[in-house]
């Protein structure tokens, strides 16, 4: 066993008695707090064709866009403008929830670059927009980044009824970066419109890049807190519920919508690109897949997905493909083979196979533990209490290192960035006493960690 993280968590329960008294509080408060329970149908209305596996990869969306202000970009326009958004402070006003017009406008004029960016998928797109100047420009310039609805013209940059957010100014620092996140809706072109913060010809010449990326809110952030929360599964009831946390720390709880007899929810992630978590349920029996659309913990609809074939389970959902679109991982225990279904929402668009595991291994969790923008496998071994992590490429095994040793007592159930730090963390569950840790992360390292919340009895943590 690691003896360090031995140790640690075993050296918080010193605290006994303040963190008891806490928890015991946030159990007897969950029945009143949950509110009203919700029932929902599966869908009968889309197909669940049985899905083959294969090995298609589907082309990634461009991560990364380069440019020159002053100079038009590919298939973009450059020109000048009468005036342009001043806003202070470099603070996103907007996010996959809403957006918020700045309201202050500048007198210019400045010169801007509009790129157009199109989501051809079917799917909503909720993605951050990462902006960074790269030089000044001569003039000496600062830059802003901003989103407005295609085409764009140069009036359109006091109009807020074009306006889809901005990142703020970029601080006249090279390098520095401003990050807001929005969603572009299905089949739909968006313009970027970078500008310099002075008046012309200051910032010309200046270079940037805008960098896409694949959802900065956790997958199971149902409160839109920037935090995970745990989501729970009654099997006597078939009640589901959501517990917010902030960090390790029990901040309130609701009831999510009842499952049908013969399902279990699998992982939770945005499917249809709404900014909101949704579940994924199967089906054991019959091997299909349903995907609940949620707003918060609302059940808004259902769609079918893929069926699976005979041997396969579902384990995990991840995205693989440099989509942005989340992706099932399937697991056949007779071969220990794994699996990836490429999706697009609820819809089966392509699949490779994954690596095979050792034998007395089985997959925990999905994340990208080394931040290359590449989802891993979370290993767990419950006879010996060891961790690993095998780094992926899309669905190519390419290293390994062992993660921490888990307490006795404890299994790893789950990945997720629950200190915010930008690095995945496991999620830990003792089964005897309900109690659930965090072991906090740097890649494969281990950092510290944290006792979170106890389980009500009867209830199971089914996601992150």
Same mark, same amino acid.
Do not use: E, H
């Given at each position: 066993?690691?003896?360090?993280?031995?140790?640690?968590?075993?050296?918080?329960?010193?605290?006994?008695a303040f963190f008891?008294?806490?928890?015991?509080?946030a159990i007897q408060v969950m029945p009143r707090a949950l509110g009203q329970r919700q029932s929902a149908d599966i869908s009968k209305g889309s197909s669940n064709v049985e899905a083959p596996l294969l090995n298609q990869q589907p082309t990634p969306l461009t991560p990364v866009i380069t440019g020159t202000l002053g100079t038009a970009p590919p298939g973009g326009d450059t020109g000048t403008l009468a005036t342009r958004i001043n806003r202070p402070g470099t603070g996103p006003t907007a996010t996959c929830a809403g957006v918020t017009w700045p309201g202050n406008i500048?007198?210019?004029?400045?010169i801007y670059n509009v790129h157009y960016f199109v989501n051809n998928t079917a799917s909503p797109l909720c993605t951050p927009l990462t902006f960074t100047m790269l030089t000044q420009g001569t003039p000496v310039g600062n830059m802003q980044l901003s989103a407005f609805k295609a085409p764009f013209v140069a009036t359109d940059i006091s109009n807020s009824a074009r306006y889809l957010g901005d990142a703020g100014a970029s601080s006249f620092v090279p390098g520095v970066q401003t990050t807001f996140e929005l969603t572009i809706p299905a089949n739909t072109t968006i313009a970027l419109v970078v500008f310099n913060a002075e008046q012309a010809p200051e910032g010309l010449g200046g270079t940037y890049q805008i960098e896409f990326s694949c959802g900065s809110s956790p997958a199971t952030d149902f409160n839109h807190n920037g935090k995970p929360d745990y989501v729970l599964y009654a099997a006597s009831t078939r009640h589901s519920a959501v517990w917010y946390l902030n960090n390790n720390v029990f901040a309130g709880s609701a009831y999510g919508p009842t499952l049908p007899a013969g399902w279990n929810v699998v992982s939770v992630a945005d499917f249809n690109g709404d900014g909101q978590p949704d579940y994924v349920l199967f089906n054991p029996s019959t091997?299909?897949?349903?995907?609940?659309?949620?707003?918060?913990?609302?059940?808004?609809? %259902? $769609?079918? #997905? !893929?069926? =699976?074939?005979? @041997? *396969?389970? +579902?384990?995990?959902?991840?995205?693989?493909?440099?989509?942005?679109?989340?992706?099932?991982?399937?697991?056949?225990?007779?071969?220990?083979?794994?699996?990836?279904?490429y999706l697009n929402n609820n819809v089966f668009a392509g699949s490779v196979y994954g690596p095979t595991l050792a034998a007395g291994w089985r997959l925990a969790g999905v994340a990208d533990f080394n931040q290359n923008g590449e989802t891993d496998y979370a290993l767990f071994a419950p006879g010996t209490r060891r961790t690993a992590i095998w780094y992926l490429s899309g669905g190519t095994f390419v290293s390994a290192a062992y993660g921490p040793t888990i307490a006795s007592g404890y299994e790893l159930t789950g990945t997720a960035d629950f200190s915010g730090d930008g690095k995945a963390d496991y999620l830990l569950y003792n089964p005897s006493n309900r109690r659930t840790a965090l072991y906090y992360l740097n890649?494969?390292?281990?950092?510290? %960690? $944290?006792? #979170? !919340?106890? =389980?009500?009895? @009867? *209830?199971? +943590?089914v996601a992150p």
């Open positions: 066993m690691n003896k360090r993280t031995t140790t640690t968590i075993m050296t918080r329960l010193g605290w006994g008891l008294a806490l928890i015991f509080l500048g007198q210019g004029p400045f091997r299909r897949t349903v995907f609940w659309y949620l707003s918060g913990v609302t059940f808004i609809s %259902s $769609a079918s #997905g !893929p069926t =699976l074939p005979s @041997g *396969w389970a +579902l384990v995990a959902v991840g995205k693989f493909n440099g989509d942005c679109q989340p992706d099932y991982v399937l697991y056949n225990a007779s071969t220990r083979r794994t699996a990836i279904w890649n494969n390292v281990y950092t510290g %960690s $944290a006792y #979170g !919340p106890i =389980l009500a009895a @009867g *209830w199971n +943590l």
